[in-house]
């Protein structure tokens, strides 16, 4: 006789015969799905408020902003709790290394739509995301904490949430056209600076297909990775050479 160890789900899946769609399956329903972006909404608004205080520039001064990225994991961890799920069903399995080639490509070709994006901010005199964390480069006496967790954490808990929990539980209800679509548009609200929505929007899009294609966490998080460290890393050099770009 064994111990119950409690319930035990199937992998995430694609099971489809000839004349059949693919089926993904995985165990919290579209219900549960919608109620992790109630609770991060309710959690967006504390930290709206925290902004309107100060309480924000306060905290990426210093080991602080890990509470602010770990605060999107809360309501998937509740969930997963309530329901007694293991992480494994996230995508933490392998994937085919050609989904590298192709996220690559889609990476570049997301930028086609960035850059004019930014620049027509720019044009416009409204300011792009960049010139926001300029600002904040400028405030900080050190920004190690603002670059380790924008650089390692963030990639690590927003793909976990964005792609492994919300694209997988709208995935298996909406299709996945439609679930690239939504998950990226929460991703995108879920940054609270509507002068990045759309590049926001635009990267959710390629890292929700790139994850489809895969079922597997890593490639979004190598791939959000290195646009989060280019960007990052760009921008504190400005910050500390301002003549490095000729005006």
Known sequence: MTENQGPVYPE???????NEAPSYSVPWSVTDTWLGVGMLILLSLGMIVGILLGLGRQLVQNAGILFLEFVYLLPMILIFAWRRISWRHLGFGGFP???LASGFGLLILSYLII??????????GLGTQGDQILDVF????SPIWFILVGAVVAPFVEEIFFRGFLFQGFRQEYGWVNAVLLSSLIFAA???DPLSFIPTFVLGC???YVYHRSNSLWPGILFHTLV?????LTVYLISRYPNLIPS
Do not use: C, K, T
């Open 228 to 232: 989060n460290s280019f960007g990052l």
């Open 12 to 18: 995430p899946s694609r099971r489809a015969g000839v």
């Open 115 to 124: 850059i004019p994006h930014n620049y027509l901010l720019d044009h416009l």
């Open 206 to 208: 390629v890292l929700a």
């Open 190 to 192: 879920a940054h609270l």
């Open 138 to 141: 400028n405030e900080l006496q």
């Open 97 to 99: 290394l050609r989904m």
